[in-house]
């Protein structure tokens, strides 16, 4: 089976990840945050990199529930900045608990995140392949920083719309190609 070429074929969880979530449409707002958060870790490091650490990222923001983090003190912090399974970059790690109460600003002002996005997207799918940012990331990006986020430049956000399933980009050669094209269902995401 043929994947996008920049799935490195030896990492399980990388062929994991492009075959069951990367594209496909989940708009589950605790998925939302998820990548949101891993998206923005991932400034100035590769996926792959943040993809390895995924599991540990997990454990050590509390399942990536929003409210827990909305609430992080700096005992948290400290003990975030000291654990060495997880990317300890300390404006990462503030710039999550902050994005965080900025995501439940917005979901409290459009009921949803998705909502939110929708407002640019029409709710629509765009299908495009080899970009890196585009004149969608380009609005929510600037909306976003308008709104106070951080680490939520256009090509991270352009990455995020791709991760959750607004851009699809697997490449004509890739197996998933037509079936994402033709049959993108939406995930279930468990919130507990």
Same mark, same amino acid.
């Given at each position: ?9 030896k990492?399980?969880?990388?062929v994991?990840y ?13 998925? #939302? ?5 891993l998206?923005?870790?991932? =400034?100035g ?14 454990? =050590? ?50 009921? $949803?995140? @998705?909502?939110? #996005? ?5 709710g629509?799918?765009?299908?495009? /392949?080899?970009? /890196? ?5 380009? $609005? ?14 256009? /090509?991270?956000?352009?990455?995020? #719309?791709? =991760?959750?399933?607004?851009?699809n ?10 079936? /994402? ?7 279930? @995401?468990?919130?507990n």
């Amino acid at each position: 089976m043929k994947r996008c070429k920049w799935c490195n074929l030896k990492n399980k969880l990388y062929v994991d990840y492009h075959d069951k979530e990367w594209g496909r449409q989940n708009f589950n707002d605790k998925y #939302l945050f998820e990548m949101l958060v891993l998206e923005s870790f991932q =400034a100035g490091l590769s996926w792959e990199c943040v993809l390895n650490k995924r599991e540990n990222l997990r454990k =050590a923001f509390d399942d990536f529930k929003l409210e827990k983090i909305c609430n992080y003190d700096d005992e948290k912090i400290q003990q975030l900045l000291k654990d060495r399974n997880i990317i300890r970059n300390k404006l990462k790690i503030m710039s999550t608990i902050n994005n965080s109460k900025i995501f439940k600003d917005i979901q409290n002002e459009y009921g $949803t995140f @998705y909502n939110y #996005l929708k407002c640019f997207t029409n709710g629509k799918i765009i299908y495009e /392949t080899n970009k /890196t940012s585009s004149e969608l990331s380009d $609005t929510i990006s600037s909306d976003l920083r308008k709104r106070g986020m951080k680490f939520v430049g256009t /090509t991270i956000i352009y990455s995020y #719309l791709q =991760a959750i399933g607004i851009i699809n980009s697997h490449e004509k050669e890739c197996f998933l190609f037509n079936n /994402t094209n033709q049959k993108n269902k939406i995930l279930q @995401y468990d919130e507990n």
